[in-house]
């Protein structure tokens, strides 16, 4: 059985740990802050919440000295207790920061230091740097964040702990009628309207792009291979950059006029290409089971029907 990962996160106040324990769970990570040490033997040995799809998690706990019950001293030998433990693999990070930019973000944002309530930022400062000196030393991992900007921070996180890139986003591909409108949450907008209309042949009309019949249809238009490989090429290109900065979803839509059709079909091959280039997209047909109305394909379609333009 593979050691679950526990990291323990903590550092200065105002060094950018709030941030680091948003970024790790974006990540796929669990993550509690302001955890008591003395608890976190009896938090490991809790199951996981069956509530979750990824099983059993990296768990990252953030602590300082606002946590409870916080003592470096005694915080290191628990640690090391812990580490005994062979079922779990336990590391540290801490977050350092110059005192001159953590005076500037307490005045910055106008909070109190936890350890200078009625006095300067620059006493609370330089008190936790000297508790916190024997973790700094002892710490596996350090990240300085002077000059680091928050998005920074989350850009060294992700590439020093992301547990499988390919967990970070969700990529979804939606398939949808300009007929019945946009969806407001839209990314990446592929219009596939130039595609000849399977609609206006009387066999292909109730049918979907999921029948061969339409496919087959649809495969025949001489803008149909290039077209393709270009959408394809497009998201081969930008998805490992969406990927890379963190971001969350991807939201790729795929219009024709009334969504039953062309655009089912394009979703569901570039679904097919994305998954043999590596990537997990999920397919929504927005208007799949939408009634067929002729007055909306006329008004809507670019291939030489839209009459009412």
Same mark, same amino acid.
């Given at each position: 059985?593979? @050691?679950?990962?526990?990291?323990?996160?903590t550092?200065?106040?105002?060094?950018?740990?709030?941030t680091a324990?948003k970024?790790?769970?974006?990540i796929?990570?669990e993550?509690?802050?302001?955890?008591p040490?003395?608890?976190?033997e009896?938090?490991?040995?809790?199951?996981?919440?069956?509530?979750?799809s990824?099983?059993?998690?990296p768990?990252a706990l953030g602590?300082?000295?606002?946590?409870?019950?916080?003592?470096?001293?005694n915080l290191?030998?628990s640690? @090391?207790?812990?580490?005994e433990?062979?079922?779990?693999?336990?590391s540290?990070?801490y977050?350092?920061?110059?005192?001159?930019?953590?005076?500037r973000?307490?005045?910055?944002?106008?909070?109190?230091?936890?350890?200078?309530?009625?006095?300067?930022?620059?006493?609370g400062?330089?008190?936790?740097?000297?508790?916190?000196?024997s973790?700094?030393?002892?710490a596996?991992?350090?990240?300085?964040?002077?000059s680091?900007?928050?998005?920074?921070?989350?850009?060294r996180?992700?590439?020093?702990?992301s547990?499988?890139?390919?967990?970070i986003t969700?990529?979804?591909?939606?398939?949808f009628?300009f007929?019945?409108?946009?969806?407001?949450?839209?990314?990446l907008l592929?219009?596939?309207?130039?595609?000849?209309?399977?609609?206006?042949?009387?066999?292909? @009309?109730?049918?979907?792009?999921q029948?061969?019949?339409?496919?087959?249809?649809?495969?025949?238009d001489p803008?149909?291979?290039?077209?393709?490989e270009k959408?394809?090429d497009?998201?081969k290109?930008?998805?490992?950059?969406?990927? @890379?900065?963190?971001k969350?979803?991807?939201n790729?839509?795929?219009?024709?006029?009334?969504?039953r059709?062309?655009?089912?079909?394009?979703a569901?091959?570039?679904?097919?290409?994305?998954?043999?280039?590596?990537f997990?997209?999920?397919?929504?047909?927005?208007?799949?089971?939408?009634?067929?109305?002729e007055?909306?394909?006329a008004?809507?379609?670019l291939?030489?029907?839209n009459k009412?333009?």
């Open positions: 059985m593979s @050691k679950k990962h526990v990291l323990l996160v550092g200065l106040s105002g060094a950018g740990k709030t324990l970024t790790l769970e974006d796929g990570w993550t509690v802050d302001n955890f040490i003395r608890l976190v009896g938090l490991l040995n809790t199951p996981p919440s069956s509530s979750r990824d099983g059993d998690p768990l602590f300082d000295s606002r946590t409870r019950g916080f003592d470096h001293d290191i030998k640690i @090391k207790k812990l580490q433990n062979e079922n779990y693999h336990i540290t990070l977050l350092d920061c110059a005192g001159s930019e953590l005076e973000r307490y005045d910055e944002t106008r909070r109190r230091h936890p350890l200078a309530l009625d006095r300067p930022a620059k006493q400062i330089a008190a936790e740097r000297n508790q916190f000196e973790i700094r030393r002892w596996d991992h350090l990240i300085d964040t002077s680091l900007s928050a998005n920074d921070l989350q850009k996180i992700r590439e020093e702990f547990i499988n890139y390919g967990d969700t990529v979804t591909i939606t398939s009628g007929s019945r409108g946009v969806p407001n949450n839209i990314d592929f219009d596939v309207r130039f595609l000849s209309n399977p609609f206006w042949d009387s066999g292909l @009309k109730h049918m979907t792009g029948d061969a019949p339409v496919a087959e249809y649809i495969s025949k803008a149909y291979d290039e077209a393709l959408f394809e497009m998201l290109f930008l998805l490992p950059r969406y990927i @890379k900065t963190g969350a979803y991807v790729i839509g795929i219009g024709c006029t009334g969504g059709h062309r655009s089912v079909h394009i569901e091959e570039l679904s097919k290409r994305l998954h043999e280039a590596g997990s997209p999920t397919v929504l047909h927005r208007n799949l089971a939408s009634r067929p109305m007055a909306l394909e008004m809507h379609d291939n030489g029907r009412g333009i």
